[in-house]
């Protein structure tokens, strides 16, 4: 396994043909997603450590959505099933090492909240982690908006070793502790073609949410005659529901920037 070095365009590439190979087959990756998804909210429910499950979770997320996308991404058109299968089945066969990988995961998240702490004695955190109302007047809180920064600054070196993480445990068999450190080396030897992947990213965001933005509201506006407030929460469903396929769409992307960043 070696270190491949890209240039920056490349991220807009991974962009693109993360779309196309979500185009494939989408229904059986939103299905995939929203399974995924139901999994974490369904662990997060778990008294006393359901945050933590949850949080354990998120690689094997990350590594099956991974694996169906390297399956869809290949010369002939999938079926939906074999797409769900390539995601099971990577998800199987790493149980241990992905079980270790999540627990890293878990650990040095709650380790992010921890030194966020400190400025605010907990309040971001427990509101990030547990739940709960979010009022104006705590979020204009110097300490909170400070512990925020904080967790934000140092989740994004969390973020870039966690990024090709499962993929290398999965693909290259490289132990979960070491997997992070070669992940971090490549997303920071490619960081402009990872900055062009998050700036893409964020103008389809923005599109899509113009768009969606504006369905909703046509949505209410024609509907508000015969549904009333049937019609509003037709329009907060389309919002929602678009901003989950928007996710599967950027999970399906992120095998472009592994395949990319490796080589034998």
């Known amino acids: 396994m070696k270190l491949n070095l890209v240039p920056a365009r490349t991220g807009v590439t991974?962009?693109?043909?993360?779309?196309?190979?979500f185009l494939r087959q989408p229904l059986a990756f939103v299905s995939l997603f929203f399974f995924f998804m139901a999994l974490v909210s369904s662990a997060s429910q778990?008294?006393?450590?359901?945050?933590?499950?949850?949080?354990?979770?998120?690689?094997?997320?990350?590594?099956?959505?991974?694996?169906?996308?390297?399956h869809a991404s290949g010369p002939e058109k999938p079926a939906a099933g074999?797409?769900?299968?390539?995601?099971?089945?990577?998800?199987?066969?790493?149980?241990?090492?992905?079980?270790?990988?999540?627990?890293?995961?878990?650990?040095?998240?709650?380790?992010?909240?921890?030194?966020?702490a400190i400025a605010d004695g907990g309040e971001f955190a427990r509101i990030y982690l547990l739940g709960g109302a979010l009022s104006r007047e705590v979020a204009e809180k110097t300490e909170f908006q400070v512990a925020l920064w904080i967790a934000m600054a140092l989740?994004?070196?969390?973020?870039?070793?966690?990024?090709?993480?499962?993929?290398?445990?999965?693909?290259?068999?490289?132990p979960p502790a070491?997997?992070?450190?070669?992940?971090?080396?490549?997303?920071?030897?490619?960081f402009g073609a990872m900055t062009m992947f998050g700036l893409a990213w964020f103008g389809v965001f923005v599109g899509a949410g113009l768009v969606l933005s504006i369905g909703a509201t046509l949505l209410v506006a024609v509907g508000a005659i015969g549904m009333g407030d049937g019609a509003t929460a037709a329009g907060g469903?389309?919002?929602?529901?678009?901003?989950?396929?928007?996710?599967?769409?950027?999970?399906?992307?992120?095998?472009?920037?592994?395949?990319?960043?490796?080589?034998?």
Not at 14 to 21: C, D, Y
């Open 14 to 21: 991974w962009v693109r043909s993360g779309l196309k190979t």
């Open 237 to 264: 469903a389309v919002m929602l529901g678009g901003a989950l396929v928007m996710a599967a769409m950027f999970f399906t992307s992120t095998w472009g920037t592994f395949r990319d960043s490796f080589k034998e």
């Open 178 to 190: 070491k997997s992070l450190f070669f992940s971090f080396v490549a997303c920071f030897k490619n």
């Open 46 to 70: 778990i008294p006393f450590i359901g945050a933590v499950l949850a949080l354990m979770l998120l690689p094997t997320m990350t590594l099956g959505l991974m694996a169906a996308a390297a």
């Open 82 to 116: 074999t797409v769900f299968r390539a995601a099971l089945q990577a998800v199987r066969t790493d149980v241990r090492p992905m079980t270790v990988l999540g627990a890293l995961y878990a650990g040095l998240f709650l380790l992010v909240m921890a030194i966020s």
């Open 155 to 174: 989740y994004l070196p969390l973020s870039l070793a966690f990024w090709h993480a499962p993929a290398l445990v999965h693909w290259h068999h490289v």
